[in-house]
């Protein structure tokens, strides 16, 4: 073996290695975290119980905490066991391999696990009709934004974990719930326009609330449920003896990397509210004189002495809160009296900061009313049903290709199965590292990419054959056949991948995933068959004893 | 060496029946009434809904919906007793929309929408007007005795209701007293509103109606879908030919292109004619056909094109005729290949992919014969009229 081939191995065999520890929190064993209320009765614990017996689910219990460990915990499994009475969080705990790469699971998409997708449009022709004049692309592009910051802001009203939010071009926003339990609440969340409005903080209370919360929460996650956010202030607000002018409410923040905002400490308001959404005119982003990024607003004449006696003397230095939906989005600190109607909020923002902030505002003067342009939800069942016919049909697919390649290519088709489920590893691996979600036609896609592997196999194996039968050495025919397979399979391919290209484009939930799968799988086959096989195949030449090739 | 079959022998006739069949396919699908297309391109309605009475079948279901114009069919066996129903709005035809559909849920349906989304097994005994117009009384029983008027009393806490029980414990029968008077109507309009009422005429005339998926589409929607369906398909020709054109001579453009165009409008056809409702996971189908269509022609191409590059002395015709039999093995295994997993898809990859598998297979057997079959002989006719 020369040392280049050494390096070889060694670069395949740590692939795999990496690909195998990718997809283990996506096939292996997940373990989700069941935490009950100290109210809840044994019926309570033994309903959960009962969910969970047969399905190969083993229960840990530990007090009030069950862990429930298994192949199929699902972000749905998660949504409908929080409904679940005496129930008090449910978490999906973090497999290892996840804190120690930065892999993800393989999500299962909404026709799989059950839940609700919504397509939701902004009221254009409202808005037009209000302003007096035609919306541009630009217009539209922004009040789309604008109602995904407020559909954000909303989030916990949904109540689920893992909704995913995002916009669909520049005039659509897609929500995707798993395992939404009260699909009607959620329109009704989503069909409200936001309140919006400016409350003075109060640093005396903010900071004792603050100083208790850092003592006693802050290695705890604040939880997802608002009712227990609710019961978590109000026990804060009795501690710390607010008095009844004044309330306590979260400060949220965003996350980085999911876009998705939480609760972070929290904040004691004036209860009387200084300045109205609809007071502020118009607030777009700015820099001031020293090219520093703010948001610059106008209020209307109205809200003008209203921000005036906000900001008077007598409140500099004090902060003035934003709070949209009940929520505190920032707080900037009042450095002057703003009479003249116009004003800056600076803050060391980044560019997409200032931009939200200038949204929340622009929310209060000019609310978006939203309608469901399009709606699909899948009950838990079906998509369990579905789950079981994808994995059924994949698991009968590849079985018969295993079976069809061994016996046409004996030793060959072994190769080749090798190769065909180094592609599904390959594969896995690739969608868990993309954080991918994986639907019905995503697996049929999946399947659809193994028939071309094999494509590719058969493609250099008739080829070694002819340069055999041509009375080539066993070494020159391996060297041709795949050098001459090469620009054949890299065309074919293109045009294929071509089309799952355009695909991924222009799909949505489950067709794009359709397109994911097809588009990794067949890059990953080429790469196996073009690189991974011939490698092996020229490891198998190096026998220079070796007389016939079983093909 | 082996024997060299004369594909292109009949290549006239077989060019020419083939193009035949699309024409006659293409006509036949205008005759039968077009596309069936999905509500994912019209804008409509679907639901999926299993039934515990063992009276339903597809007929009843329509008679009880026929305001609804909708199309019913069984999915699984007959056990399962669950039915796809599916409303369209119609965009093409200016057919008047179904009456029920922009008349949305009065006070007293939004009620019995509340008690069946809580209590699929409840079934509505009576219904009437209680004296003044917006107090009804409603008489409703439950298979099972977990309901008690606490309960009941808790679920329709929206609501300004009155509840006592009718008859005896075991009855489980209740009286419901509600007053709309004071009760705001909920803003439900177009799509929504028809879906709404189409689960509540279920839910109304059956008991242990249970919705197993809901899908609705807007109007809006369904038309910005069905032009970048049109959009993509053209993008995806495009796309493909200029790929083509750069890595091969013109005339294996030409040809690859003949045949793309014949299985694209084969397989189009083809869904007309089988009356496959058209909606993204067909489009879905298409799109990866014209690829796997290139594909497969491409592979026989480059043999002809390495063939035609040695040199020799046979004419182009033969030329051909080697690199199709030369390629034979592959083609023939690669196609066994992906027929095998799309008929394990279509047996057993459950309801929503069996339409998708069924194009699918239909548009391997064209693509697989069309690289034979029509872009050789395309390639031949091409360069014989250019080298004249």
């Known amino acids: 073996m020369t040392r280049g081939m050494l390096y070889k191995t060694i670069f395949i065999v740590s692939l795999i290695v990496i690909a195998v520890l990718l997809i283990l929190p996506t096939l292996g064993t997940k373990q989700m975290e069941i935490r009950f209320v100290d109210s809840a009765t044994a019926e309570n614990i033994e309903a959960i119980k009962k969910k969970f017996s047969g399905g190969g689910y083993t229960l840990t219990e530990n007090g009030m905490v069950i862990i429930v460990s298994g192949t199929n915990i699902t972000d749905a499994i998660m949504n409908e066991l929080k409904n679940f009475q005496g129930v008090s969080d449910v978490k999906i705990l973090k497999h290892w391999v996840e804190r120690v790469f930065l892999a993800k699971k393989i999500n299962l998409g909404l026709d799989l696990q059950g839940g609700m997708y919504l397509s939701l449009q902004a009221n254009f022709a409202g808005i037009e009709q209000k302003l ?91 939880s997802d449920d608002p009712l227990e956010q609710k019961t978590l202030l109000a026990g804060i607000s009795k501690t710390i003896a607010l008095p009844d002018t004044m309330e306590l409410l979260f400060y949220w923040e965003r996350d980085k990397n999911t876009g998705a905002i939480r609760p972070a400490y929290p904040i004691a308001l004036l209860r009387e509210v200084a300045v109205e959404g609809t007071d502020i005119k118009e607030a777009v ?100 049903d579905s789950i079981e016919a994808g994995v059924k049909a994949f698991a009968i697919g590849l079985l018969g290709i295993f079976i069809f390649a061994l016996l046409y290519y004996k030793l060959g088709g072994l190769i080749a199965d090798i190769g065909l489920i180094m592609n599904i590893i390959f594969t896995l691996a690739i969608l868990s590292l993309l954080g991918f979600t994986i639907t019905l036609p995503g697996i049929a896609g999946f399947l659809l990419s193994v028939a071309m592997a094999v494509d590719a196999n058969v493609i250099i194996y008739e080829r070694i054959k002819e340069e055999l039968r041509k009375g080539k050495s066993i070494r020159i025919a391996i060297i041709n056949g795949f050098n001459r397979a090469f620009w054949t399979i890299f065309d074919a391919n293109l045009t294929t991948l071509l089309a799952a290209f355009i695909l991924l484009q222009y799909g949505t939930g489950p067709i794009k995933g359709f397109a994911v799968t097809l588009f990794v799988g067949i890059m990953v086959s080429m790469f196996v068959a073009l690189y991974v096989t011939r490698f092996v195949y020229e490891l198998i030449s190096l026998n220079k004893k070796m007389n016939k090739l079983s093909l | ?175 419901i007293l509600a007053d709309f008077a004071r009760m705001n109507q909920d803003e439900v309009q177009g799509v929504e509103c028809g879906v709404e009422h189409l689960k509540l005429t279920l839910s109304s005339r059956h008991s242990g109606v249970k919705i197993q998926s809901e899908e609705t589409v807007g109007p809006a929607i369904g038309e910005y879908l069905r032009k970048s369906a049109w959009k993509l398909t053209l993008l995806a020709i495009i796309l493909m030919s200029v790929y083509l054109a750069f890595r091969f001579e013109i005339k294996y453009s030409v040809g690859a292109m003949c045949s793309l165009v014949h299985d694209i409008a084969m397989s189009i056809a083809f869904c007309g004619i089988m009356g496959i409702e058209f909606d993204i996971t067909i489009l879905a189908a298409l799109l990866t056909l014209y690829g796997y269509s290139v594909n497969d022609t491409i592979v026989v191409f480059d043999r002809i094109r390495e063939i035609n590059q040695l040199k020799s002395k046979i004419t182009f015709t033969e030329i051909i005729n080697k690199g199709i039999t030369q390629t034979l093995v592959r083609t023939i295994l690669t196609g066994v290949a992906t027929l095998y997993t799309l008929s394990v898809i279509y047996f057993v990859g459950g309801e929503t992919l069996r339409d998708f598998a069924l194009v699918m297979i239909f548009g391997i057997l064209v693509g697989t014969f069309s690289s034979i079959f029509i872009a050789p002989p395309a390639l031949l006719w091409w360069e014989k009229w250019r080298s004249k």
């Open chain 1, 132 to 222: 007096g004049r035609k919306l541009t692309e630009s217009d539209k592009t922004e009040i789309t934004q604008q109602a995904l910051e407020l559909i954000r802001n909303r989030i916990d009203k949904f109540g689920v974990s893992e909704p995913s939010i995002r916009p669909r071009g520049n005039e659509a926003i897609e929500i995707q719930l798993p395992g939404v339990k009260d699909p009607a609440g959620v329109k009704k969340a989503i069909g409200t326009t936001g309140s919006l409005e400016y409350r003075l903080v109060d640093d005396k209370y903010s900071n004792a609330a603050s100083v208790w919360f850092n003592e006693n929460f802050r290695d705890e996650q604040i």
């Open chain 2, 1 to 175: 060496m082996e024997r060299t079959i004369n594909f292109l022998k009949y290549k006239n006739i077989i060019f020419s029946l083939s193009w035949l069949l699309v024409v006659f396919f293409i006509v036949l699908t205008i005759v039968t009434g077009g596309f069936n297309w999905g509500i994912d391109f019209v804008g409509g309605y679907k639901i999926v809904a299993s039934f515990q009475d063992t009276g339903v079948n597809e007929g009843t279901i329509r008679t009880l919906l026929r305001d609804f114009d909708p199309s019913v069919q069984r999915v699984g066996d007959a056990s399962r007793n669950e039915y796809i129903i599916t409303t369209k709005l119609e965009v093409s035809d200016k057919k008047p929309v179904a009456a029920t559909q922009n008349v949305c849920l009065g006070k007293n349906d939004m009620l019995k929408k509340t008690l069946f989304e809580k209590y699929p097994q409840i079934t509505f005994v009576s219904v009437e007007n209680a004296g003044r117009p917006e107090l009804y009384r409603l008489k409703i029983r439950f298979s099972s005795s977990s309901v008690n008027e606490a309960l009941l009393k808790d679920q329709l806490k929206d609501y300004d209701v009155k509840i006592s029980r009718s008859g005896s414990t075991a009855a489980n029968e209740f009286i």
């Open chain 1, 285 to 384: 982003v700015d820099r001031d004189e020293m090219q520093q990024i703010v948001v610059s607003f106008k209020t209307t004449p109205e809200g003008a002495s209203k921000f005036a006696k906000a900001t008077a003397p007598e409140n500099k230095g004090k902060r003035l809160a934003i709070v949209l939906d009940e929520k505190v989005r920032n707080a900037p600190h009042i450095n002057e009296t703003i009479s003249s109607g116009a004003g800056n909020i600076s803050g060391g923002f980044t560019y997409d900061e200032a931009m939200t902030l200038a949204r929340i505002i622009k929310e209060g003067a000019l609310p978006v009313d939203l309608k469901i342009v399009e709606e699909r939800t899948v009950g838990p069942s079906l998509g369990q």
